[in-house]
T-cell receptor, first 112, second 113 residues
């Protein structure tokens, strides 16, 4: 069974800092990997989706990388803002499966 | 619609009662998913619909859980004889196709007393 781990579980940074969130997965036979943010009381918002054939995806201040062979992905957030405070979830779709396997998330706090 | 919607947003019930949770996916999305998120834990997959069929029910935790989808649109998740361990946020997601980006609703927070 695919296991997805996110480290650290929580992170606090001052506004303006660049930061990296980590995600690792045990089964490299993935179809794609998706990063979400979750705000309290709200659903998940999709940030970036990386197909297994891709190495990275960028959207604004966000950059996600994928190293399938080592079972790792990182989410880089540039020039962090207080509005970036949320829980960030990494989710993997395994080849041949229908669902996403989620990590337990990293709770990010950006201090003004 | 503009996004995935779910109702109710909150549900408090007594142990042993049945509950129904509703999901309205994005119009035109053929794939629909139910997940559960217990406090402090990651999301657990429950069931996947392609159209009105559920080819993957592998995540349903017991036979007290069932779901249906009609008109390739609305889905209902039913939990019979609720137990305290059923307390969680139940999230619904839809996608255009089975391998496309999943878009999530705001969830239903279920509390079983």
């Amino acid at each position: 069974k695919q296991e997805v781990t996110q480290i650290p579980a929580a992170l606090s940074v001052p506004e303006g800092e660049n930061l990296v969130l980590n995600c690792s997965f045990t089964d490299s036979a993935i179809y794609n990997l998706q990063w979400f943010r979750q705000d309290p009381g709200k659903g998940l918002t999709s940030l970036l989706l990386i197909q297994s054939s891709q190495r990275e995806q960028t959207s604004g201040r966000l950059n996600a990388s994928l190293d399938k062979s080592s079972g790792r992905s990182t989410l880089y957030i540039a020039a962090s803002q207080p509005g970036d405070s949320a829980t960030y979830l990494c989710a993997v779709r395994v080849t041949g499966a229908n669902n996403l396997f989620f990590g337990t998330g990293t709770r990010l706090t950006v201090i003004p | 619609g503009a996004g995935v919607s779910q109702s109710p947003s909150n549900k408090v019930t007594e142990k042993g009662k049945d509950v129904e949770l509703r999901c309205d996916p994005i119009s035109g999305h053929t794939a629909l998913y139910w997940y559960r998120q217990r406090l402090g834990q990651g999301l657990e997959f429950l069931i996947y619909f392609q159209g009105n069929s559920a080819p993957d029910k592998s995540g349903l935790p017991s036979d007290r859980f069932s779901a249906e989808r009609t008109g390739e649109s609305v889905s209902t998740l039913t939990i019979q004889r609720t137990q305290q361990e059923d307390s969680a946020v139940y999230l619904c997601a839809s996608s255009r196709g089975a391998t496309d980006t999943q878009y999530f609703g705001p969830g239903t927070r279920l509390t079983v007393l």
